[in-house]
T-cell receptor, first 116, second 115 residues
Framework: DVKVTQSSRYLVKRTGEKVFLECVQD?????MFWYRQDPGLGLRLIYF???????EKGDIPEGYSVSREKKERFSLILESASTNQTSMYLC???????????????FGAGSRLTVL | AQTVTQSQPEMSVQEAETVTLSCTYD???????LFWYKQPPSRQMILVIR??????QNATENRFSVNFQKAAKSFSLKISDSQLGDAAMYFC????????????FGAGTRLTVKP
């Protein structure tokens, strides 16, 4: 019954490595999001996408990029991982019902990334 | 920019008792949505309850209810008859009615339920 799937629950990478975090949703949602979750800071938006090949920066895009080649898949890319990117990464999706829609986010289980 | 503040990093409650989690927010908008999300130890975030700002009636979902005070910009969550399965991180969130891609989260409150 999982609707938003993140490919990796736990990853350990070395500084400078390129990291791909994959997210797939099966609800035909237009909007997809990548958040970073850190203790005491809550969730902060990295990037979101409202359509295939479309993306917009969130609050903390530095050091990250994204790719959305298919509607169901949204990838987060760390071009050169650094230790300060050690964190929990959450993917979410929502439908696009217009600005007045109370669109609820559906989250994946999260990917815990450790950069050594 | 809108901000969401949860002033209680940790809370605990005895099983079967009632607990209230606090949330305040700052906005100049008149129309928006408020949410409480729950993140159990397995980490998948799920929606607990939501409130539409233009509705005066407080939302209720079974044992979960909110106290929405629009003038005070306060949105607390009350959990009645607490159960062990209620133990989780709880996040308060704000979403503008004018930009449904902009959801703001508080820092979270970790709730412990004691048997």
């Amino acid at each position: 019954d999982v609707k938003v799937t993140q490919s990796s629950r736990y990853l350990v990478k070395r500084t400078g490595e390129k990291v791909f975090l994959e997210c797939v949703q099966d609800m035909d949602h237009e909007n997809m999001f990548w958040y970073r979750q850190d203790p005491g800071l809550g969730l902060r938006l990295i990037y979101f996408s409202y359509d295939v090949k479309m993306k917009e920066k969130g609050d903390i895009p530095e050091g990250y990029s994204v790719s959305r080649e298919k509607k169901e898949r949204f990838s987060l890319i760390l071009e050169s991982a650094s230790t300060n990117q050690t964190s929990m990464y959450l993917c979410a999706s929502s439908s696009r019902q217009g600005a007045r829609g109370a669109n609820v986010l559906t989250f994946g289980a999260g990917s815990r990334l450790t950069v050594l | 920019a809108q901000t969401v503040t949860q002033s209680q990093p940790e809370m605990s409650v005895q099983e079967a008792e009632t607990v209230t989690l606090s949330c305040t927010y700052d906005t100049s908008e008149s129309d928006y949505y408020l949410f409480w999300y729950k993140q159990p130890p397995s980490r998948q975030m799920i929606l607990v309850i939501r409130q539409e700002a233009y509705k005066q009636q407080n939302a209720t979902e079974n044992r979960f209810s909110v106290n929405f005070q629009k003038a005070a910009k306060s949105f607390s969550l009350k959990i009645s008859d607490s159960q062990l399965g209620d133990a989780a991180m709880y996040f308060c969130a704000y979403r503008s009615a004018y930009n449904n891609n902009d959801m703001r989260f508080g820092a979270g409150t970790r709730l412990t339920v004691k048997p």
